[in-house]
């Protein structure tokens, strides 16, 4: 019986030794299961290196954002991410006209009915789009918006506002109309006017959300309607986006969006050259013709309406208050006269600052519609029209209105009646450190003006200081670029009296504070003149005056300088065709972030350094090959445990 015993007890001790295996067995898988877990983890987590297994598309500058917020935003780097996340209610096209092919990049409007006087004017909105958290878009978002832009003084928006007669209606969720005060053609769809970026009510409209100053609200992170939605911003630093998981369009390759903010040009192109960052916007040619020459970048010099000015401070200070200004700053009085600004136009040669500063890229400047604009828009000075560079005509001009140099240092004062005689010339001359062009004009720019007798102290600032000083109107020179839209329109409309910075606190588009009662007349003339070209006659002679007053020296139309790495990412759409960004920054929601693809997608391959498109991570072969040791050393010692226990029997 003994033996009996004694087998069945080794039976019963074999069974259990297995069932101990088939445990450990089970443990361990659920031990490497678990490793491979948090391996797959630690892969897919966002890391400040980026090294993980998500598309992301990095694109840097020297560009720094100041906002988020469309209501308070101005700067041309801070429409690329509204234009991923934030629709339109008429959206541009490749070519900068209307975009009529209704796709999900196209604006809001599906539909606008004009009644017969041209005073009224109905939309009908698509019902397909959708916030990031899941609220649809309805004609009460476009209504509310349109509202708040417009009795908010919103900085850019309500520009485009100012001829709608009384509140925007929503008559259904698909429908908005509004009245104007004056007949118009402005918003009739004919031309993509209305750059308004359509915001979520339900956001916009709760102050706890939103605070009870909506300009000041920092709209990080945002709820939007496009394929990416603002997650982060850190100023100075980077903004981040992430794709709005509620987009109806289509499906993009890339999940995040990074711009990295340098600190200088050689910074950026330095990291583009390292694979750090996919895409970099330099402005600089030599910077531009060095990564021209690089392997694996492709850069494009595009064309897009653009310019450059020498803006002057004509008079902050000095104009009479109204229920809209208060006079504020201390800019030089002698900018009040047309004469002085004049002489400082025919002292500057557009075409060696072409030349010399960005080296042939580009074209000299003379009025403010640029040459890339809806055709017709344009007006350019002829024969004695023309205020061309003369050093020796514009000493004769101050000469001749009594600023001479009285006391020989070379330096013209003053002339006697003038608001403050015996003061001398000597201007304050902001150019902006993420700038280097500008740094770049001045070193020409400040010996002209010395040729003529005046002292231009030059001070490099940022731009997001010199926006302030401007708005103080604490300054005589200063040098900066605008990027108009293609209809006139609202390059015309910044300088109107009421765009002037009002107070010395709040924003003004009129950053020259020119203020030409005849000039306003013209401008409402244009916007209210039905046939097109009435229209232009009169925005000919808008130009035509502005240029006269010379409160900008409009020094050239730039270039916008590209460079992108052609191992990281394909899909780039040029906007104007067909070479103009390829980014395509001035719509709405921008197809480009759904055409952009790395490279070989289709066939497996390339990404950005931030992305890696691999078999299994090498973080989930070592949990493999952990729990394979683990899992080996169990069987070795549950073995030993087997043949010791034969042995003893």
Do not use: M
């Given at each position: 019986m003994r033996m009996a015993t004694s087998a069945l007890l080794k039976e019963g001790a074999m069974r259990s030794t297995w069932r101990t295996i088939l445990a450990f067995a089970i443990g361990v898988m659920l031990v490497t299961a678990g490793l491979m877990?948090?391996?797959?983890?630690?892969?897919e987590s966002p890391t400040p290196s980026g090294a993980d297994e998500r598309v992301t598309f990095t694109f840097g500058g020297t560009g720094v954002p100041l906002t988020m917020n469309p209501m308070s935003g101005y700067l041309a780097i801070e429409f690329y991410f509204w234009t991923a996340t934030y629709h339109l209610l008429v959206d541009w096209d490749l070519n900068l006209g209307v975009d009529q092919e209704g796709g999900p990049g196209s604006g809001l409007a599906t539909d606008i009915q004009v009644s017969d006087d041209a005073m009224t004017y109905t939309y009908t909105i698509r019902d397909d789009v959708v916030w990031s958290d899941g609220e649809p878009l309805t004609a009460e978002d476009v209504a509310f918006t349109?509202?708040?832009?417009?009795?908010?003084?919103?900085?850019?928006?309500?520009?485009?506002?100012?001829?709608i007669d009384g509140e925007v209606r929503a008559l259904d969720e698909t429908t908005i109309q509004f009245d104007t005060k004056t007949p118009t053609s402005l918003y009739s769809g004919e031309v993509a006017y209305m750059y308004d970026y359509i915001l979520p009510e339900h956001i916009w409209s709760d102050p706890s959300i939103v605070g009870e100053r909506p300009k000041q609200y920092s709209n990080v992170p945002n709820v939007g309607s496009g394929p990416f939605i603002i997650e982060e911003f850190e100023t100075d630093q980077y903004i981040k986006m992430v794709r709005n998981p509620y987009w109806t369009g289509p499906e993009p390759a890339i999940d995040e969006i990074y711009y990295r903010i340098f600190k200088n040009e050689d910074a950026l192109a330095e990291a583009l050259k390292q694979g750090e960052i996919d895409f970099a916007y330099p402005s600089t040619p030599t910077i531009y013709d060095d990564l021209s020459t690089q392997p694996n970048i492709e850069t494009m010099n595009g064309t897009i309406p653009t310019f450059d000015e020498i803006g002057m401070n004509t008079g902050s200070a000095y104009q009479e208050q109204d229920d809209y200004f208060t006079p504020h700053g201390d800019g030089h009085p002698a900018l009040t006269d047309p004469t002085v600004r004049r002489a400082i136009r025919m002292a500057i040669d557009s075409q060696t600052?072409?030349?010399?500063?960005?080296q042939g890229y580009g074209l000299p400047g003379d009025t403010i519609v640029p040459p890339v604009s809806v055709e017709g828009a344009k007006w350019t000075p002829e024969g004695d029209e023309v205020l061309a560079f003369d050093i020796e005509g514009a000493k004769q001009l101050l000469e001749e209105a009594g600023y001479t140099d009285t006391d020989g240092d070379g330096v013209r004062e003053m002339p006697p009646g003038s608001l403050e005689p015996g003061r001398p010339l000597e201007f304050r001359y902001y150019v902006q450190s993420n700038d280097q062009n500008t740094v770049n004009a001045s070193q020409f720019i400040q010996p002209w003006l010395e040729e003529i007798g005046i002292q231009a102290n030059v001070e490099v600032v940022t731009s997001g200081?010199?926006?302030d000083i401007i708005n103080e109107g604490t300054y005589d020179l200063f040098h900066w670029g605008w990027i108009?839209?293609?209809?006139?329109?609202?390059?015309?409309?910044?300088?109107?009296?009421d765009s002037r910075p009002p107070d010395g606190k709040s924003y003004g588009n009129n950053d020259a504070y020119y203020c030409n009662p005849e000039y306003d007349r013209m401008y409402e003339e244009q916007r209210t003149t039905t046939d097109p070209d009435e229209r232009w006659e009169i925005v000919h002679e808008m130009q035509r005056v502005f240029y006269n007053d010379a409160a900008y020296a409009v020094l050239w139309y730039g270039p916008t300088f590209a460079a992108w790495r052609t191992d990281r990412f394909t899909g780039y759409r040029v906007q104007p065709q067909p070479n103009g960004d390829p980014l395509e920054s001035w719509g709405g929601p921008s197809a480009v972030w759904?055409?952009?693809?790395?490279?070989?997608?289709?066939?497996?391959?390339?990404?950005?350094?931030?992305?890696?498109?691999?078999?299994?991570?090498?973080?989930?072969?070592?949990a493999i090959i952990a729990g394979v040791v683990i899992l080996a050393a169990v069987v070795i010692?549950?073995?030993r445990r087997r043949r010791a226990r034969e042995d003893e029997a």
């Open positions: 877990q948090a391996a797959l983890a630690q892969e349109l509202n708040l832009y417009k009795g908010n003084h919103a900085y850019l928006p309500q520009n485009y506002l100012t001829l600052l072409v030349d010399r500063v960005l200081r010199l926006g108009p839209d293609p209809d006139p329109d609202s390059a015309l409309s910044w300088f109107t009296c759904w055409t952009l693809e790395p490279v070989g997608a289709a066939g497996g391959g390339g990404g950005t350094s931030s992305v890696e498109t691999r078999g299994i991570p090498a973080g989930i072969w070592i010692v549950l073995s």
